[in-house]
């Protein structure tokens, strides 16, 4: 497959981010700030995060085409990490999705329970079935930056060794990080912090990939 076709793969990785990544806002995004990740839905206006819902469900499957991409760009290069990247996003992105399409119930079971004897039960109940889920994502993510980084080094397409840098785990660090040195942004970021993770990773690459044809 040529470069250009796995360029249009990546590309639609770029569209999924942006989808996704409105609807995690509207899902997550509270003006007093992040308190936690369950916390934050015990205040989010119900009917913003139901459009946000919607938005993440539909959105969450094309990041499996931008992986595709990805694989596909990096095919020649080592077969086998390109197809262990591959899978590695598409598990990460349907663990991904079962965690995010999740939000919006729990923010409506929280909100109706809060002053009832059940809530703690609820809360306990989600934590352990679901908010899990948040750390299995991030080993996955830390694998698939390992993955990519080899790539980068070993690829064959004449692109930049320091793109190696600016690999998903990396990106989502900083982002996290904005909470602390620049929390007007990190406030409004950071609740979609995957996504604009990927909306960089992505772009960056198309980018390089762009640069090295005009060259």
């Known amino acids: 497959m040529s470069v250009a076709k796995a360029r249009l793969f990546i590309i639609i990785g770029i569209l999924a981010s942006l989808t996704v990544g409105i609807g995690e806002y509207l899902?997550?995004?509270s003006p007093a700030g992040?308190?936690?990740e369950i916390s934050m839905l015990y205040n989010v206006e119900l009917s913003r995060a139901r459009l946000g819902h919607y938005l993440v469900v539909f959105g969450a499957p094309l990041y499996f085409v931008g992986?595709?991409?990805l694989r596909q760009l990096f095919i020649k290069t080592d077969r086998f990490l390109a197809n262990?990247?591959?899978i590695l996003g598409i598990l990460s992105f349907s663990i991904g999705g079962v965690w995010v399409s999740s939000r919006y119930f729990a923010a409506v079971v929280f909100q109706k329970s809060m002053a009832t004897n059940d809530f703690e039960y609820f809360l306990s109940q989600y934590e352990s079935a679901y908010q899990v889920l948040v750390w299995v994502l991030r080993i996955l993510v830390l694998t698939i930056s390992v993955c990519y980084a080899l790539l980068i080094h070993r690829n064959k397409l004449g692109l930049p060794k320091w793109l190696s840098i600016l690999n998903p785990v990396f990106i989502l660090g900083f982002?996290?990080?904005t909470?602390?040195?620049f929390p007007l942004l990190g406030n409004h970021i950071a609740p979609t912090a995957m996504n604009v993770t990927?909306?960089?990773f992505f772009s960056t690459l198309l980018f390089s990939?762009?640069?090295r044809s005009l060259s």
Request: proline fraction near 0%; aromatic fraction near 30%; avoid cysteine.
């Open 27 to 29: 899902l997550h995004y």
């Open 179 to 181: 909470l602390f040195w």
């Open 84 to 86: 262990l990247i591959f």
């Open 34 to 36: 992040i308190s936690g």
């Open 209 to 211: 990939i762009r640069q």
């Open 198 to 200: 990927h909306f960089i």
């Open 67 to 69: 992986y595709f991409g």
């Open 175 to 177: 982002i996290i990080s």
